[in-house]
């Protein structure tokens, strides 16, 4: 399985972003799938998940009521919204698959990561 992730970029505080990572692997709707943030120096940070069908969501609670996640599994796409974005937000975020359904927080659960993209957010 390929993820790609995209949709990042130069933001303002209180800005908006919305990030998609697409996929290769027709497998895709049988998986997990989630999303960390990445900054130099520190551990992959959790950030959200959704189950294989969508119907189970989790957020971490540093960003729960600005994020959204979503997938389109005839699309093979998974989203994740962002809003009212702080410059404590900025980190590459990736994207990654697990081969089971339910969605997790820790990232050694995670089989297939994809390359990130960057998110900034400038005060």
């Known amino acids: 399985v390929q993820l790609q992730a995209s949709g990042g970029g130069l933001v303002q505080s209180g800005g908006s972003l919305r990030l998609s990572c697409a996929s290769s692997?027709?497998?895709?709707?049988?998986?997990?799938m989630g999303w960390f943030r990445q900054v130099p120096g520190k551990e992959r940070e959790f950030v959200a998940a959704?189950?294989?069908?969508?119907?189970?969501?989790i957020y971490a609670d540093s960003m729960r009521g600005r994020i959204t996640i979503s997938r389109d599994n005839a699309k093979l796409t998974m989203d994740l919204e962002m809003n009212n974005l702080q410059p404590e937000d900025t980190a590459v975020y990736l994207c990654?698959?697990?081969?089971?359904?339910?969605?997790?927080?820790?990232?050694?659960?995670?089989?297939?990561w994809g390359q990130g993209t960057l998110v900034t957010v400038s005060s």
């Open positions: 990654a698959a697990r081969r089971w359904q339910e969605p997790m927080m820790n990232p050694e659960a995670y089989d297939y």
């Open positions: 692997g027709r497998t895709f709707g049988t998986y997990g």
């Open positions: 959704i189950s294989y069908d969508g119907m189970q969501t």
